[in-house]
């Protein structure tokens, strides 16, 4: 039975297409396991940018389930895929560190793996170009793929030839048919919004060139439930993937794993690297032994290990309120920093609203001049922060935590003080 809402802004009854889901997204199995369930929430990615919009909003269960069979954490499908990612709000290349991450990936994968003029790069879900610019930089020819038509056209005006289509089996087989493999196929943070799985994993096994290497990273389940990454979990992230379980997936589409690099980015994700199982002829790096014995020691092959993440969050969500109602008790002024969507599952969760953070700001101007769903919380621009002088900032994005003290460092002027809210509320230097 859904359990009630978390907070009282979460009056409205969820509004959707599904119903609750009972069997596993890839393997079928009967799903019986709540994982978390954090009560109604709107989609993350849905600002809000009038009064009307308030009224209209929207709010789904937001529930997550794992599978006894191949421990996939995942949540229901409450909205299609093409009303979150047709015209999207999130736009890759405003990360000054993750531009830095993905051009160090495409100077070691040029070199580790040989790709030039000859070859043939293909990114699913290439946002604005972030990443395939580096390549283009490099002579390398490549191709985007991008669902959200307003963001692949700013790729476009980077040089980057993008189409505009969710990626599958038959979208693989059209690009097959025009005579395209991928000698390399990039997925960065695109595997968890994809509700038909094997859909998208087929399509990749099909698209890939028989000596070609797939890399896809994605947030790691161990590192979520460890560091309690409540904000982790939204509607657009329809799974949750432990090595162990994304290892099954894979397989079942005829691709193994070589190897693997535990990364720091988006609060601790991994990189995958695959090839076909027949005609690949990497060999499987220690890594990849040592991270799935890693994952069953500690308890991510026995279902009853899932059961202790719920009780946490609740902790995490009680920290945190008690620090923003202590700071409104002293009169202290605290304010937000991003707009991202793990903030907006963090925010509704714990029921706070612009009663306890006043404003957020953010670097993207498709979100300035919004409300953060759900939590009506107004998005200004950042110089807003150097006018209404803070005594504390929030960092949403604390993942990004070191590049946004950097940004904001004149804050310090007055005293302001940075805080991150996961696993608990503390202050960063």
């Given at each position: 039975?859904?359990?009630e809402?978390?907070?009282p802004?979460?009056?409205?009854?969820?509004?959707?297409?599904?119903?609750?889901?009972?069997?596993?997204?890839?393997?079928?199995?009967?799903?019986?396991?709540?994982?978390?369930?954090?009560?109604?929430?709107?989609?993350?990615?849905?600002?809000?940018?009038?009064?009307?919009?308030?009224?209209?909003?929207?709010?789904?269960?937001?529930?997550?389930?794992?599978?006894?069979e191949?421990?996939?954490?995942?949540?229901?499908?409450?909205?299609a895929?093409?009303?979150?990612?047709?015209?999207?709000?999130?736009?890759?290349?405003?990360?000054?560190?993750?531009?830095?991450?993905?051009?160090?990936?495409?100077?070691?994968?040029?070199?580790?793996?040989?790709?030039?003029?000859?070859?043939?790069?293909?990114?699913?879900?290439?946002?604005?170009?972030?990443?395939?610019?580096?390549?283009?930089?490099?002579?390398?020819?490549?191709?985007?793929?991008?669902?959200?038509?307003?963001?692949?056209a700013?790729?476009?005006?980077?040089?980057?030839?993008?189409?505009?289509?969710?990626?599958?089996?038959?979208?693989?087989?059209?690009?097959?048919?025009?005579?395209?493999?991928?000698?390399?196929?990039?997925?960065?943070?695109?595997?968890?919004?994809?509700?038909?799985l094997n859909?998208?994993?087929?399509?990749?096994?099909?698209l890939?060139?028989?000596?070609?290497?797939?890399?896809?990273?994605?947030?790691?389940?161990?590192?979520?439930f460890?560091?309690?990454?409540?904000?982790t979990i939204?509607?657009?992230?329809?799974?949750?993937?432990?090595?162990?379980?994304?290892?099954?997936?894979?397989?079942?589409?005829?691709?193994?794993?070589?190897?693997?690099?535990?990364?720091?980015?988006?609060?601790?994700?991994?990189?995958i690297?695959?090839?076909?199982?027949?005609?690949?002829?990497?060999?499987?790096?220690?890594?990849?032994l040592?991270?799935?014995r890693?994952?069953?020691?500690?308890?991510?092959?026995?279902?009853?290990?899932?059961?202790?993440?719920?009780?946490?969050?609740?902790?995490?969500?009680?920290?945190?309120?008690?620090?923003?109602?202590?700071?409104?008790?002293?009169?202290?002024?605290?304010?937000g920093?991003?707009?991202?969507?793990?903030?907006?599952?963090?925010?509704?969760?714990?029921?706070?609203?612009?009663?306890?953070?006043?404003?957020?700001?953010?670097?993207?101007?498709?979100?300035?001049?919004?409300?953060?769903?759900?939590?009506?919380?107004?998005?200004?621009?950042?110089?807003?922060?150097?006018?209404?002088?803070?005594?504390?900032?929030?960092?949403?994005?604390?993942?990004?935590?070191?590049?946004?003290?950097?940004?904001?460092?004149?804050?310090?002027?007055?005293?302001?003080?940075?805080?991150?809210?996961?696993?608990?509320?503390?202050?960063?230097?």
């Amino acid at each position: 039975m859904l359990k009630e809402a978390a907070s009282p802004i979460n009056l409205k009854a969820p509004i959707g297409h599904a119903t609750e889901l009972s069997c596993c997204r890839f393997c079928n199995a009967p799903l019986e396991r709540v994982f978390i369930d954090l009560g109604l929430s709107p989609l993350a990615n849905s600002y809000l940018r009038d009064e009307k919009a308030k009224q209209d909003e929207r709010f789904f269960p937001l529930r997550a389930y794992v599978c006894g069979e191949c421990f996939l954490v995942q949540l229901e499908e409450w909205e299609a895929p093409e009303n979150i990612f047709g015209d999207y709000a999130y736009f890759s290349s405003y990360s000054d560190s993750w531009l830095q991450h993905v051009k160090s990936y495409v100077s070691r994968v040029i070199e580790r793996f040989g790709i030039g003029a000859g070859s043939k790069v293909v990114e699913i879900a290439s946002n604005d170009g972030y990443l395939l610019q580096y390549f283009v930089e490099a002579d390398v020819p490549v191709l985007g793929i991008e669902p959200a038509q307003n963001v692949a056209a700013v790729a476009r005006t980077k040089g980057i030839p993008t189409r505009v289509e969710f990626f599958g089996e038959r979208a693989a087989r059209t690009l097959r048919r025009e005579g395209l493999r991928a000698d390399l196929l990039i997925g960065n943070n695109v595997l968890a919004h994809v509700p038909n799985l094997n859909d998208f994993v087929k399509g990749m096994s099909l698209l890939l060139a028989d000596s070609g290497v797939i890399t896809m990273e994605f947030p790691h389940l161990m590192r979520l439930f460890d560091e309690c990454q409540i904000d982790t979990i939204y509607h657009e992230h329809f799974s949750y993937f432990s090595f162990i379980a994304v290892e099954k997936i894979l397989a079942a589409h005829g691709l193994r794993l070589f190897d693997v690099e535990e990364l720091p980015t988006h609060g601790g994700s991994l990189r995958i690297y695959a090839q076909h199982a027949n005609e690949g002829w990497h060999p499987i790096s220690h890594r990849v032994l040592d991270l799935r014995r890693r994952e069953i020691d500690a308890g991510y092959a026995n279902l009853d290990h899932y059961d202790a993440f719920e009780e946490r969050a609740m902790e995490t969500r009680k920290k945190l309120l008690s620090f923003l109602e202590e700071a409104k008790r002293q009169g202290k002024r605290v304010v937000g920093y991003g707009a991202p969507a793990k903030g907006n599952t963090l925010l509704n969760y714990c029921g706070i609203t612009a009663d306890l953070i006043e404003y957020t700001v953010d670097r993207n101007p498709h979100k300035q001049g919004s409300l953060l769903p759900g939590s009506h919380i107004p998005i200004y621009e950042p110089e807003r922060i150097n006018v209404t002088k803070p005594d504390y900032i929030l960092i949403l994005p604390w993942n990004l935590k070191r590049e946004i003290v950097s940004q904001l460092s004149f804050a310090r002027s007055w005293g302001a003080q940075f805080v991150v809210p996961i696993p608990e509320p503390r202050i960063v230097d």
